[in-house]
Structures are given as structure tokens and as C-alpha cells.
């Protein structure tokens, strides 16, 4: 559905968007992480048409982003909610949404249909006839995702959708892109949010100018370190560590009286663990796995670039 490959951006003597090449399949919900400047607005703007690309090649939906006849086919397909709002301040929330809704030459009943449809999803209906003007920075991102959604597009991409929305709104907004994947619409969410990611994305990028990792957030979580057993004894004494060094296990981290373990394979190491542990005499107090978090991985790549 989205097809990039060795897209490059440069605004003068800044390359905001450097080589990166990646593909996000139909119904699928695509993450990009990045720090704050990583280029995830830049290629967003680029792959929505709204600036060009320096060099590379970037299709949606078989159609070419630098083609000018595709282009226009592409905005029709598309919906975006931007970094930046930009709804019409002196309008209600209501005649903001049918001008976009004329704009994008949404038939009148069915744009009818769908603002109201909308409005109610995000709870806004109530406030339809306010001037958008009066309304707090979160009623307007959620007015923004609903202009986004007028036309019925395949593809949405989203721009930090619930930087401004309090809990309840965001998980309003979360949940309601879970249900535009389930109509099978492709979503292209960039977010500083990582427990946003980890809950939404199907797939996770990793920008800083170069794509840095791309995978589904458990593979990247897998990528940062391999598994550890976390043990926690009464007492951690040197004959422990001692019937523990004859196992032949990776790094044995020791911290009041608990062991971190490097294992390979946790189902034959632990039981070896724990028997080594209290033939020695020691007294286990409980066990678990140490799983890296996509907040590691997204660390690890964006500090090794
Ligand atoms: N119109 C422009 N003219 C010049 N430089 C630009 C322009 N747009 C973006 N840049 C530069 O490109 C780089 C990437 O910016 P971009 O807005 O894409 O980052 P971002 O990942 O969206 O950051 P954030 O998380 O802060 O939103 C930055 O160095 C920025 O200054
Ligand atoms: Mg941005």
C-alpha cells in the first residue's frame, strides 16, 4: 500500500530525510519513532504530497508521490492529520467539517452521514455548532482526526494524533484507530507515545534521519538483548555463585541478594538454575524472565545513530 524506497529529503544544507526505504502493507497500522527533528513530519508531508521529494521513489497505492496526475488521485485516497491543526478559527465545528467534506467532493448525504457519525465517535456532537476558536487544543486534534476521515480514505496518515489529548481522549482516539483498522483502512502513525506504539502498531520504524530499525515491536523488543532470569534469593552466598559458575551460563549479574542471568534457553536453564541454587543451599524466593521494553530498543537504535 505504501511503498518507499531510498526516499531522501534535503532543505537546503539540512538532509532531514535520508535514504529510507520500507513498506507498509494494506490494513496495516505502521509506527515511526523518532526524536524530536528525526524527519517523521518530513516524510509524512512528502508522502501526502505536500512537498516534494529530493530523490528516491515513494508510491501510494501503485500511484507515484512525484507524479503530478497521481498526485491528485493519491489526496483522494489519503487523509491526513497534521502536526499543526489548521482548522477555521470564525466556523463551527460543524461547517468545518462540511467545508472539507465539499472540498474533498464527498457526495452531501454522505457527507452528512459521516460528520455526524464522527462528531459522535469523538464526542463532539454536542459541541457541533461551536466556533472552533473557543475550543481547547484536544477538541481541536480530535476535529482534525474526524476532517481527516470525511472523504472515506484508504490510507490515513496521523501526526502525533493525542500529543495534546488528556488520557481519556487519547485512549477515545486510540481506540477508535483500532476500529479503522479493523474497516481494514491503512494507518501511518507518527508518535512520541511508545506505549501508544507498542499497543497500536502492527510495525515499528525507527527514524533519525536513516531508518535506523524496522520490525513488529516484539522483534525489536527481542533485538536488545537476548533472555535474562531474574532469581531472588534469602541469601546470595559464594557457594551459590559457585554451583552456579559450573552451569556454563551467560553474565551473572548479583544485587542485593538478587541474580540477574543471561540464558539462552530459559525452559532448560531455569530448572538447571534452580536446583544448582538450592543443592547449594540456598533459598529461592521467586523467579521470572527480564524482558526488554520497546522504550530500550527505541534507545538503543536512536543512541547507536
Ligand atoms: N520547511 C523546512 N525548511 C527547512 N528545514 C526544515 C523544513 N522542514 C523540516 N526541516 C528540518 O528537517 C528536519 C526534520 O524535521 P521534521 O519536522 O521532519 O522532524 P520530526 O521528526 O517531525 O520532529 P518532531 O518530533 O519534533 O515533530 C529538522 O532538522 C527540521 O529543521
Ligand atoms: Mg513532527
Not at 69 to 85: A, E, T, W, Y
Not at 131 to 157: N, Y
Given at each position: 500500500?505504501?511503498?518507499?524506497?531510498?526516499?531522501t529529503r534535503?532543505?537546503?544544507?539540512?538532509?532531514?530525510?535520508?535514504?529510507i526505504?520500507?513498506h507498509?502493507?494494506?490494513?496495516?497500522?505502521?509506527?515511526f519513532?523518532?526524536?524530536?527533528?528525526?524527519?517523521?513530519?518530513?516524510?509524512?508531508?512528502?508522502?501526502?504530497?505536500?512537498i516534494s521529494?529530493?530523490?528516491?521513489?515513494?508510491?501510494?497505492?501503485?500511484?507515484?508521490?512525484?507524479n503530478?496526475?497521481?498526485?491528485?488521485?493519491?489526496?483522494?485516497?489519503?487523509?491526513?492529520?497534521?502536526?499543526?491543526?489548521?482548522?477555521?478559527?470564525?466556523?463551527?465545528?460543524?461547517?468545518?467539517?462540511?467545508?472539507?467534506g465539499k472540498?474533498?467532493?464527498?457526495?452531501?448525504?454522505?457527507?452528512?452521514?459521516?460528520?455526524?457519525?464522527?462528531?459522535?465517535?469523538?464526542?463532539?456532537?454536542?459541541?457541533?455548532?461551536?466556533?472552533v476558536?473557543?475550543?481547547?487544543?484536544?477538541?481541536?486534534?480530535?476535529l482534525?482526526?474526524i476532517?481527516a476521515?470525511?472523504?472515506?480514505p484508504e490510507?490515513?496518515?496521523?501526526?502525533?494524533?493525542?500529543?495534546?489529548?488528556?488520557?481519556?481522549?487519547?485512549k477515545?482516539?486510540?481506540?477508535?484507530?483500532?476500529?479503522?483498522?479493523?474497516?481494514?483502512?491503512?494507518?501511518?502513525?507518527?508518535?512520541?507515545?511508545?506505549?501508544?506504539?507498542q499497543?497500536?502498531?502492527?510495525?515499528?520504524?525507527?527514524?533519525?534521519?536513516?531508518l535506523?530499525a524496522?520490525?513488529?515491536?516484539?522483534?525489536?523488543?527481542?533485538?536488545?538483548?537476548?533472555?535474562?532470569?531474574?532469581?531472588?534469593?534469602?541469601?546470595?552466598?559464594?557457594?551459590?555463585?559457585?554451583?552456579?559458575?559450573?552451569?556454563?551460563?551467560?553474565?551473572?549479574?548479583?544485587?542485593n541478594?538478587?541474580?540477574?542471568?543471561?540464558?539462552?534457553?530459559?525452559?532448560?536453564?531455569?530448572?538447571?538454575?534452580?536446583?544448582?541454587i538450592?543443592?547449594?543451599?540456598?533459598?529461592?524466593?521467586?523467579?521470572?524472565?527480564?524482558?526488554?521494553?520497546?522504550?530500550?530498543?527505541?534507545?538503543?537504535?536512536?543512541r547507536?545513530?
Amino acid at each position: 500500500m505504501i511503498d518507499v524506497e531510498n526516499l531522501t529529503r534535503v532543505f537546503g544544507d539540512v538532509t532531514a530525510v535520508d535514504g529510507i526505504t520500507f513498506h507498509v502493507n494494506e490494513g496495516e497500522i505502521f509506527g515511526f519513532l523518532g526524536p524530536n527533528g528525526a524527519g517523521k513530519t518530513t516524510t509524512v508531508r512528502m508522502l501526502s504530497c505536500l512537498i516534494s521529494k529530493t530523490s528516491g521513489e515513494a508510491h501510494i497505492a501503485d500511484y507515484d508521490v512525484s507524479n503530478d496526475s497521481d498526485s491528485l488521485k493519491i489526496r483522494k485516497i489519503i487523509g491526513l492529520v497534521p502536526d499543526n491543526v489548521g482548522l477555521y478559527e470564525e466556523l463551527s465545528a460543524y461547517r468545518n467539517l462540511d467545508f472539507y467534506g465539499k472540498l474533498y467532493e464527498c457526495p452531501e448525504q454522505r457527507r452528512k452521514e459521516n460528520i455526524e457519525r464522527l462528531l459522535r465517535m469523538l464526542e463532539l456532537w454536542d459541541k457541533r455548532d461551536v466556533k472552533v476558536g473557543t475550543f481547547s487544543k484536544g477538541m481541536k486534534q480530535k476535529l482534525a482526526v474526524i476532517r481527516a476521515l470525511i472523504h472515506d480514505p484508504e490510507i490515513l496518515f496521523l501526526d502525533e494524533p493525542t500529543v495534546n489529548l488528556d488520557p481519556e481522549s487519547s485512549k477515545i482516539v486510540r481506540d477508535f484507530i483500532l476500529e479503522l483498522k479493523e474497516e481494514k483502512k491503512t494507518i501511518f502513525l507518527n508518535t512520541h507515545n511508545l506505549d501508544e506504539a507498542q499497543r497500536l502498531c502492527d510495525k515499528i520504524g525507527i527514524l533519525n534521519t536513516k531508518l535506523r530499525a524496522i520490525g513488529t515491536p516484539e522483534e525489536l523488543e527481542e533485538s536488545v538483548w537476548g533472555k535474562k532470569t531474574v532469581i531472588q534469593l534469602e541469601q546470595v552466598n559464594k557457594v551459590i555463585l559457585k554451583a552456579l559458575d559450573k552451569l556454563s551460563l551467560g553474565k551473572i549479574v548479583h544485587n542485593n541478594n538478587k541474580l540477574t542471568i543471561d540464558v539462552v534457553n530459559p525452559e532448560l536453564d531455569n530448572p538447571n538454575i534452580v536446583n544448582a541454587i538450592v543443592g547449594a543451599g540456598g533459598h529461592v524466593q521467586y523467579v521470572t524472565e527480564l524482558s526488554p521494553t520497546l522504550e530500550d530498543a527505541y534507545l538503543k537504535f536512536v543512541r547507536k545513530s
